[in-house]
């Protein structure tokens, strides 16, 4: 199985600020990264997939990049609407693994 | 528009069982891959299980193989998960959710989750 690690496993920003949170791999993906926000009682939100394209709706502040084992989510500039945990997940190959999530709390 | 309705979870016995499922709507259902996702009390997300479109290719975590089978009624737009030998381990919210496109890959839509718990 791959085995994804996302760094750091929290973190404390404030509003405006820029953010990068990196999911790394046990073995390439290259380019079946995906990237979903998840807020409290809420299912999953896919944000990016296949590493960098932006899904429909989600505002450009957020943005993917990488390749291989090692890829980045970035928010240029974070809003109170962007306060959640974020999660990486590889589908190139069964079982389709998730981080374990890094969660981005208010400073 | 997608909608997808989880149901069946519950309290249950270490040993016992419990059949989920997932209503779906709002897309040809029988073209799309599911999945089913848990998210066990303040941890992360755990991909347990998929099932292709046509039903004909099924896949499993190492941790419920054996235990849980996914399946789909095509007829009825209806996605499965029979559970048996539970755990205390296995108590998690269980979202069900929807490849992004009929060859599998991300999913674009998800349930709001029936919570499972395992408990004597």
Redo the contacts between chains.
């Keep these: 199985d791959i085995q994804m690690t996302q760094s750091p496993s929290s973190l404390s920003a404030s509003v405006g600020d820029r953010v990068s949170i990196t999911c790394r791999a046990s073995q390439s993906v290259s380019p079946w990264l995906a990237w979903y926000q998840q807020k409290p009682g809420k299912a999953p939100k896919v944000l990016i997939y296949k590493a960098s394209s932006l899904e429909s709706g989600v505002p450009s502040r957020f943005s993917g990049s990488g390749s291989g084992t090692e890829f980045t989510l970035t928010i240029s500039s974070l809003q109170p609407d962007d306060f959640a945990t974020y999660s990486c997940q590889q589908y190139n190959s069964y079982p389709k693994t998730f981080g374990q999530g890094t969660k981005v709390e208010i400073k | 528009e997608v909608q997808l309705l989880e149901s069946g979870g519950g309290l249950v016995q270490p040993g016992g069982s419990l059949r989920l499922s997932c209503a779906a709507s709002g897309f040809t259902f029988s073209g799309y891959g599911m999945?089913w996702?848990r998210q066990a009390p303040g941890q992360?997300?755990?991909?347990v299980s998929?099932i292709t479109g046509s039903g004909g290719s099924s896949?499993?975590?190492?941790s419920v193989r054996g235990r849980f089978t996914i399946s789909r009624d095509n007829s009825k737009n209806t996605l499965y998960l029979q559970m048996n030998s539970l755990r205390v381990e296995d108590t998690a919210l269980y979202?069900c959710a929807k490849d992004?496109a009929p060859g599998?890959?991300?999913?674009?839509y998800?349930?709001?989750?029936t919570l499972v718990t395992v408990s004597s």
Excluded: K, N, P, S
């Excluded at chain 2, 992360?44 to 991909?47: A, D, H, N, T």
């Excluded at chain 2, 896949?59 to 190492?62: I, P, S, V």
């Excluded at chain 2, 599998?104 to 674009?108: A, I, L, S, T, V």
């Excluded at chain 2, 998800?110 to 989750?113: A, E, I, Y």
């Design positions: 999945t996702v992360g997300l755990e991909w998929a896949y499993h975590a190492d979202y992004d599998g890959g991300y999913y674009d998800w349930g709001q989750g």
